[in-house]
Protein backbone atom coordinates (compact mmCIF):
# COMPACT_ATOMS: atom_id res chain seq x y z
CA UNK A 1 0.00 0.00 0.00
CA UNK A 2 2.46 2.21 0.94
CA UNK A 3 4.39 1.78 -2.52
CA UNK A 4 0.98 2.82 -4.63
CA UNK A 5 0.69 6.07 -2.62
CA UNK A 6 3.81 6.69 -3.25
CA UNK A 7 3.37 6.02 -7.08
CA UNK A 8 0.23 8.31 -6.80
CA UNK A 9 1.90 11.16 -5.05
CA UNK A 10 4.68 10.84 -7.43
CA UNK A 11 1.96 11.62 -10.62
CA UNK A 12 0.64 14.50 -9.05
CA UNK A 13 3.35 15.76 -7.34
CA UNK A 14 5.06 18.56 -9.97
CA UNK A 15 1.85 20.16 -9.93
CA UNK A 16 1.66 20.13 -6.15
CA UNK A 17 5.37 21.71 -5.82
CA UNK A 18 4.05 24.19 -8.70
CA UNK A 19 0.97 25.58 -6.94
CA UNK A 20 0.65 24.14 -3.35
CA UNK A 21 -2.29 23.15 -1.92
CA UNK A 22 -4.99 25.85 -1.73
CA UNK A 23 -8.55 26.24 0.39
CA UNK A 24 -11.33 25.46 -2.22
CA UNK A 25 -14.24 27.99 -1.73
CA UNK A 26 -17.29 28.53 -3.97
CA UNK A 27 -15.27 26.27 -5.81
CA UNK A 28 -12.12 28.26 -6.59
CA UNK A 29 -8.52 27.38 -5.34
CA UNK A 30 -7.37 30.31 -2.92
CA UNK A 31 -4.29 30.86 -0.90
CA UNK A 32 -5.33 32.07 2.85
CA UNK A 33 -6.22 35.54 3.16
CA UNK A 34 -2.82 36.27 5.19
CA UNK A 35 -1.11 34.52 2.17
CA UNK A 36 1.13 32.57 4.95
CA UNK A 37 1.78 28.96 3.96
CA UNK A 38 3.62 26.16 5.75
CA UNK A 39 5.11 23.04 4.64
CA UNK A 40 3.56 19.63 3.70
CA UNK A 41 6.32 16.73 3.98
CA UNK A 42 5.78 12.53 3.64
CA UNK A 43 5.17 10.68 6.72
CA UNK A 44 6.32 8.13 4.67
CA UNK A 45 9.66 9.24 4.02
CA UNK A 46 9.89 13.28 5.46
CA UNK A 47 10.42 14.11 1.45
CA UNK A 48 8.89 17.89 0.76
CA UNK A 49 5.57 17.86 -0.90
CA UNK A 50 4.21 21.05 -0.79
CA UNK A 51 2.93 24.63 0.37
CA UNK A 52 -0.01 24.54 1.94
CA UNK A 53 -2.44 27.46 2.62
CA UNK A 54 -2.10 28.21 6.19
CA UNK A 55 -5.51 29.30 6.87
CA UNK A 56 -7.30 31.03 10.29
CA UNK A 57 -10.54 32.65 11.11
CA UNK A 58 -11.04 34.97 8.01
CA UNK A 59 -10.81 32.38 5.47
CA UNK A 60 -13.18 29.91 8.03
CA UNK A 61 -15.68 32.57 7.94
CA UNK A 62 -15.60 33.00 3.96
CA UNK A 63 -16.11 29.28 3.67
CA UNK A 64 -18.63 29.21 5.61
CA UNK A 65 -20.29 32.04 4.27
CA UNK A 66 -20.04 30.51 0.94
CA UNK A 67 -21.43 27.42 2.08
CA UNK A 68 -24.29 28.76 3.84
CA UNK A 69 -25.00 30.14 0.10
CA UNK A 70 -24.67 26.89 -1.68
CA UNK A 71 -26.74 24.94 0.84
CA UNK A 72 -30.11 26.73 -0.74
CA UNK A 73 -29.10 24.75 -4.14
CA UNK A 74 -27.91 21.70 -2.12
CA UNK A 75 -30.92 21.33 -0.07
CA UNK A 76 -32.80 20.93 -3.44
CA UNK A 77 -31.13 18.48 -5.03
CA UNK A 78 -32.27 14.91 -5.14
CA UNK A 79 -31.11 12.76 -2.21
CA UNK A 80 -29.84 10.68 -4.43
CA UNK A 81 -27.94 12.98 -7.03
CA UNK A 82 -26.37 14.34 -3.44
CA UNK A 83 -25.52 10.95 -2.50
CA UNK A 84 -23.86 10.29 -5.69
CA UNK A 85 -21.48 13.54 -5.08
CA UNK A 86 -20.30 12.84 -1.88
CA UNK A 87 -19.47 9.05 -2.40
CA UNK A 88 -17.44 10.67 -5.65
CA UNK A 89 -15.92 12.75 -3.21
CA UNK A 90 -15.05 10.22 -1.08
CA UNK A 91 -13.54 8.00 -4.00
CA UNK A 92 -11.27 11.18 -4.41
CA UNK A 93 -10.07 11.12 -0.95
CA UNK A 94 -9.33 7.41 -0.57
Known sequence: MIEKNKSILESILPALEQDGIMNIINGKSMGA???DTFDNHS??????IARVA????SDIDVASKAA???FTSWKNL????????LYSIADIIE
Open 78 to 85: PHKERRDI
Open 54 to 57: KSDA
Open 43 to 48: PVDNKF
Open 33 to 35: QSG
Open 68 to 70: AKA
